[in-house]
Structures are given as C-alpha cells and as structure tokens.
Nanobody, 124 residues
Framework: QGTLVESGGGLVRPGGSVKLSCAASGIGISTGNIGWFRQAPGKDREFVAARRQNGATYYADSLKGRAAISRDNAKNTLFLQMNNLRPEDTAVYYC??????????????????WGQGTQLTVAT
C-alpha cells in the first residue's frame, strides 16, 4: 500500500507563502496520481489540487493562480506551493494517492492512500 507523510504546515501570516511536502514510501509518485485536500474544523474535506500521472495538474477554483504542484523524483516527494495565503486557507492539508486516474478526482472518497495531514494556520 505504501505510506504518505505530509509536512511543512505551520503558522503563516495573511499574504504569506508556504510549501507543503508529501513524502511517499512504497509508492512511486512519478508513476501514480497524487491529490491534495484540506479540511477545516466543522467542514468536509475539500479538493485543493492534483497531479495526474501524465503530468497534468488540476487546482480548485479558490486556489487557481495561488498554488502550484511540483515534485522531486529523487526524493519521491510532491510539493504544494501556495502563495498569497488567506485566513480561509486555514485547514489540515492531506495528500492522497491513486494508482489509476479517476475523472472525479475532486472527490475525497475516490482516493485511497492518505497521509496523516499537516496543519496550516493563516493568521496574524
């Protein structure tokens, strides 16, 4: 099954930037599909971004122009860079993995392997 470990969260001021990491073991990020989701207190887990196996990337409307996915194949790690952060970006951020792409990639329930999450708080 493999495991995913997120890191890089913390306290960031509004307007700031953060780079979240998703380190994989037992799973090849370059050969599968990776998704990013977030969950704020009292809310459902929502789609943030995804990188398809063929290299295509997808972003939630709320993050278009503010987020970018990159990867380091040597480290088997995927990154999510987010800029111009807003208080509403505060959430636990999770990465997830799928072997085969699903056209409903924006649904959390189609992803299988999940990391434990990393907390991002955007506040003064």
């Amino acid at each position: 099954q493999g495991t995913l470990v997120e890191s890089g969260g913390g306290l960031v001021r509004p307007g700031g930037s953060v780079k979240l990491s998703c380190a994989a073991s037992g799973i090849g990020i370059s050969t599968g599909n990776i998704g990013w989701f977030r969950q704020a207190p009292g809310k459902d887990r929502e789609f943030v971004a995804a990188r398809r196996q063929n290299g295509a990337t997808y972003y939630a409307d709320s993050l278009k122009g503010r987020a970018a996915i990159s990867r380091d194949n040597a480290k088997n790690t995927l990154f999510l860079q987010m800029n111009n952060l807003r208080p509403e970006d505060t959430a636990v951020y999770y990465c997830a993995y799928r072997t085969n792409w699903n056209v409903q990639y924006y649904r959390a329930d189609v992803w299988s392997n999940w990391g434990q999450g990393t907390q991002l708080t955007v506040a003064t």
